[in-house]
C-alpha cells in the first residue's frame, strides 16, 4: 500500500516553463512534506518543505501549494532552467515516527534549452 | 563539514553471496537512516539508529537484512545471501541529536544481484 502517490512520472518542459509535479497522500497524521532533487549519481536533497498550517511556500523559483482537506500538495517551479532537470521526490512524515520519511515514486524532470 | 559518506558506490554480487554496505554519517550526528530504492519505484525507509541502537527497524525486509552501527559512528548494511529482489539502490541519511525534520543523505550504494 503506497502511501504517497506522485504524478507524473515524467515531465518535459522547455526553458522559462513552469513544470508542476503532484503528490496525494492518504494519512492524515502527516505534519511535514518536503520535497527532494536528486541529481544523478547523488543522493536526494532537500529542496523546500511545508507543514499542513500553511497552504504555500515559497523559496526562490520554487513553490509548493498545499490543500489539507483534498490531502494533495505540489511543486511549482517558475522559470524552469536545464539545470533543474533532475528527479523529484514528494516525501511525508510524521513526528511520531521519529522523522521516517514516506516518499513518492519519483518525477524525472528534463527541461530542455 | 564533510557529508555522508558510503562504499561503495556499486557492487554486482551473484546471488547467494554476501555483501555488506557501509555508511559514515556526517560526525555529531546520532539519527542513521537507511532507505533502499527499487527498480525506479519510490525510495523506502529501512531502519533507523539512534546513537548505536535500533529506534525503529520495521522496513526491514526479512531477515537476510542485518544492520549494525558501531560504537554510534559508522553503520553497515549485510545481505546474506543475496537475492534477485534486492538490486536496486541503497541510501543512508543522517540528521543531528533531537528530532528534526530535514536530513542529509548520501549517494548510495547501487547494488545488483544477478
Known amino acids: 500500500q503506497q502511501q504517497v502517490k506522485q504524478s507524473p512520472q515524467s515531465l518535459i518542459v522547455q526553458k522559462g516553463g513552469i513544470p508542476i509535479i503532484n503528490c496525494a497522500y492518504e494519512?492524515?497524521?502527516?505534519?511535514?512534506f518536503p520535497w527532494y532533487q536528486q541529481f544523478p549519481g547523488k543522493g536526494p536533497a532537500l529542496l523546500i518543505a511545508i507543514r499542513p498550517d500553511v497552504s504555500e511556500k515559497k523559496e526562490g523559483r520554487f513553490t509548493i501549494s498545499f490543500n489539507k482537506s483534498a490531502k494533495q500538495f505540489s511543486l511549482h517551479i517558475m522559470d524552469s532552467q536545464p539545470g533543474d532537470s533532475a528527479t523529484y521526490f514528494c516525501a511525508a512524515s510524521m513526528r511520531i515516527s521519529g522523522s521516517r520519511l514516506t516518499f513518492g515514486e519519483g518525477t524525472q524532470l528534463t527541461v530542455n534549452p | 563539514e564533510a557529508g555522508v559518506t558510503q562504499f561503495p558506490s556499486h557492487s554486482v554480487i551473484e546471488k547467494g553471496q554476501t555483501v555488506t554496505l557501509r555508511c559514515d554519517p556526517i560526525s555529531g550526528h546520532d539519527n542513521l537512516y537507511w532507505y533502499r530504492r527499487v527498480m525506479g519505484k519510490e525510495i523506502k525507509f529501512l531502519l533507523h539508529f539512534v546513537k548505536e541502537s535500533k529506534q525503529d527497524e520495521s522496513g526491514m525486509p526479512n531477515n537476510r537484512f542485518l544492520a549494525e552501527r558501531t560504537g554510534g559512528t559508522y553503520s553497515t548494511l549485510k545481505v546474506q545471501p543475496a537475492e534477485l529482489e534486492d538490486s536496486g539502490v541503497y541510501f543512508c541519511?543522517?540528521?543531528?541529536?533531537?528530532?528534526?525534520?530535514?536530513?542529509?543523505f548520501g549517494s548510495g550504494t547501487r547494488l545488483t544481484v544477478v
Open positions: 494519512n492524515t497524521a502527516f505534519d511535514y
Open positions: 541519511a543522517s540528521s543531528q541529536t533531537g528530532f528534526v525534520y530535514g536530513y542529509t
